[in-house]
């Protein structure tokens, strides 16, 4: 494992949770992943560490629990410590290879949750859809870093293109109750949904609000420009004087992506995802 790029701070995290894994896993832990922003654009301001865990056996609730209560001081809390916040999702190898639609995720932790675990709101007996992992795998199979086991492809199939476009269309429910509360998250997620879907290339969030820009009309651009700069970490987060721009924005992208999403032809074998250069 080479974390020497790394802060020393998050080194630690990364060694705190793989010891964490050993620890509770054992010889069922198959391969652990670091993937997203560390690898593909570079941490910004509010990146998580973002983690996949794949298991032989689905995880118990007595170990979910043990799990949890490591990994809460192992993980930064948002704005509140100089720690970054993890994002560690476990999957069943058997729930993902041979690959289906949709995929079912045996755990994730988040910051998100981090209220819910503290009060043990959470049901941890159950696996759930989780449709994003269409996204997660093909993104690991493209670029990540091994902190442990083997290489992602002999635990991974590859993803259909169907289901990775799928994955990322089924997004759209979510992101429209969230605007008002997540705007920068929600606006750069547009972003990389819209712009993945009209290049096949996965970029980061800085760079697709770049690629946005350049597609958006002028009123708009003003918005996306507030996101890029919060998420590089230039702005603080604030909308009140463009307000009434960001969810006209948000539904220009919606729409521009649904356009985009029923021109794909599910029979074309040739479309491919791949990493955009920049």
């Known amino acids: 494992m080479t974390t020497n790029t790394y802060s020393h701070e998050m080194q630690q995290q990364l060694k705190e949770s793989l010891e964490l894994l050993k620890m509770i896993l054992g010889s069922d832990l198959l391969g652990v992943y670091l993937y997203g922003s560390s690898l593909v654009g570079g941490l910004q301001k509010y990146s998580d560490i973002d983690l996949f865990?794949?298991?032989?056996r689905a995880t118990t609730p007595e170990e979910k629990t043990r799990l949890i209560a490591h990994l809460l001081?192992?993980?930064?809390?948002?704005?509140k410590s100089s720690k970054r916040s993890i994002e560690m999702t476990f999957v069943e190898k058997s729930a993902i290879n041979p690959w289906h639609y949709p995929p079912h995720c045996d755990f994730q932790y988040g910051e998100w949750l981090r209220q819910s675990f503290e009060k043990g709101m959470l049901d941890l007996g159950m696996t759930h859809e989780m449709p994003d992992?269409?996204?997660?795998?093909?993104?690991?199979?493209?670029k990540c870093q091994i902190l442990q086991g083997l290489e992602p492809e002999q635990l991974l199939a590859d993803v259909p293109y169907h289901d990775f476009t799928k994955a990322m269309?089924?997004?759209?429910?979510?992101?429209v109750t969230d605007l008002e509360h997540d705007t920068r998250n929600v606006l750069l997620t547009y972003a990389r949904i819209w712009s993945t879907l009209e290049t096949n290339a996965i970029r980061s969030k800085p760079v697709a609000a770049d690629w946005v820009m350049s597609h958006l009309p002028k009123v708009y651009q003003p918005v996306m420009k507030?996101?890029?700069s919060i998420c590089i970490g230039v702005e603080n987060e604030y909308w009140g004087d463009i307000q009434e721009l960001?969810?006209?924005?948000?539904?220009?992208m919606a729409n521009k992506i649904n356009?985009?999403?029923?021109?794909?032809?599910?029979d074309d074998l040739n479309q491919v995802i791949k990493l955009a250069e920049r």
Request: with cysteine; aromatic share 6%.
């Open 53 to 56: 865990v794949v298991v032989k």
């Open 133 to 142: 992992l269409a996204i997660i795998v093909t993104q690991i199979l493209l």
């Open 226 to 228: 507030r996101a890029k």
């Open 246 to 252: 960001v969810k006209p924005c948000a539904d220009f």
């Open 259 to 266: 356009e985009q999403f029923a021109l794909i032809n599910v």
């Open 73 to 79: 001081p192992i993980s930064g809390i948002y704005m």
């Open 169 to 175: 269309h089924h997004d759209l429910n979510r992101l």
